[in-house]
T-cell receptor
Framework: RKEVEQDPGPFNVPEGATVAFNCTYS??????FFWYRQDCRKEPKLLMS???SGNEDGRFTAQLNRASQYISLLIRDSKLSDSATYLC?????????????FGTGTQLKVEL | DADVTQTPRNRITKTGKRIMLECSQT?????MYWYRQDPGLGLRLIYY???????NKGEISDGYSVSRQAQAKFSLSLESAIPNQTALYFC???????????FGSGTRLTVV
C-alpha cells in the first residue's frame, strides 16, 4: 500500500464549480499534513497546511480526518488559474525531522 | 534571485557518463533534500541532509551520491548515468520544525 494515495484524475470542471479532492495516508502516527500545488513542469509550492480543526484560505478549505486517515481539499468557485496538479503531502515522522512523503497528485482542469 | 537555485535547468547526457546536479540556497535552512519526479510515481526522496555533517539515504538512493559542501550547497551525482534515471529532479530545503519545503525550479535530466 502506498504511504499516500490520491486519485490521479483528471478532474475536468467548469469555471465556477466546486471541486473536492481526497487523499488517504497509511501511517497513523503522521503528524503534519499539507496540500501543495504544482503547475506543469514547475516546482511544487505549498498551498496550505491541514489541521484537525479544518482550515480555510479564501476559496480553499482543507480538512483532516485522523480516524479515517484521510485529508481533503475543497476548492470553491473554481478559476481557470486553479488548473494544476494538487499534491497531498504527509510528514510520517519516522526517525524524526520533517522528511515529507508526497502523493502522486490529482490533476485539475478548469474549463470555460 | 531565487531562494533555491538548481543548475543546470536542463541536461542531456549519455549512458555511462558522470553528471552532477547542483543546488544552492539563500534561505539559511539547515535541511536539504533531493527528489526525483516521474510521471505516475510522484516525488520520491533520493537523499537528504539535516546539516553539513549529516547525510541520509532516501527511498531510491541506488545509483546516486550526494555531497553537502556547505550549509547552503547540496549536490547530487549520478556516477554512471543510465536511461531510467531520466526524470525531473528537485532540490528542496526546510528549517528545523519548518512547516514545509521550498523547492528549486528543477533540473530536467535526459539520459540517452
Amino acid at each position: 500500500r502506498k504511504e499516500v494515495e490520491q486519485d490521479p484524475g483528471p478532474f475536468n470542471v467548469p469555471e465556477g464549480a466546486t471541486v473536492a479532492f481526497n487523499c488517504t495516508y497509511s501511517n497513523s502516527a503522521s503528524q503534519s499534513f499539507f496540500w501543495y500545488r504544482q503547475d506543469c513542469r514547475k516546482e511544487p509550492k505549498l498551498l496550505m497546511s491541514v489541521y484537525s480543526s479544518g482550515n480555510e484560505d479564501g476559496r480553499f478549505t482543507a480538512q483532516l480526518n485522523r480516524a479515517s486517515q484521510y485529508i481533503s481539499l475543497l476548492i470553491r468557485d473554481s478559476k481557470l488559474s486553479d488548473s494544476a496538479t494538487y499534491l497531498c503531502v504527509v510528514n510520517p515522522l519516522t526517525g524524526g525531522g520533517n522528511k515529507l512523503t508526497f502523493g502522486t497528485g490529482t490533476q485539475l482542469k478548469v474549463e470555460l | 534571485d531565487a531562494d533555491v537555485t538548481q543548475t543546470p535547468r536542463n541536461r542531456i547526457t549519455k549512458t555511462g557518463k558522470r553528471i552532477m546536479l547542483e543546488c544552492s540556497q539563500t534561505k539559511g535552512h539547515d535541511r536539504m533534500y533531493w527528489y526525483r519526479q516521474d510521471p505516475g510515481l510522484g516525488l520520491r526522496l533520493i537523499y537528504y541532509s539535516f546539516d553539513v555533517k549529516d547525510i541520509n539515504k532516501g527511498e531510491i538512493s541506488d545509483g546516486y551520491s550526494v555531497s553537502r559542501q556547505a550549509q547552503a550547497k547540496f549536490s547530487l551525482s549520478l556516477e554512471s548515468a543510465i536511461p531510467n534515471q531520466t526524470a525531473l529532479y528537485f532540490c528542496a530545503t526546510s528549517s528545523q520544525g519548518g512547516v514545509g519545503y521550498t523547492f528549486g525550479s528543477g533540473t530536467r535530466l535526459t539520459v540517452v
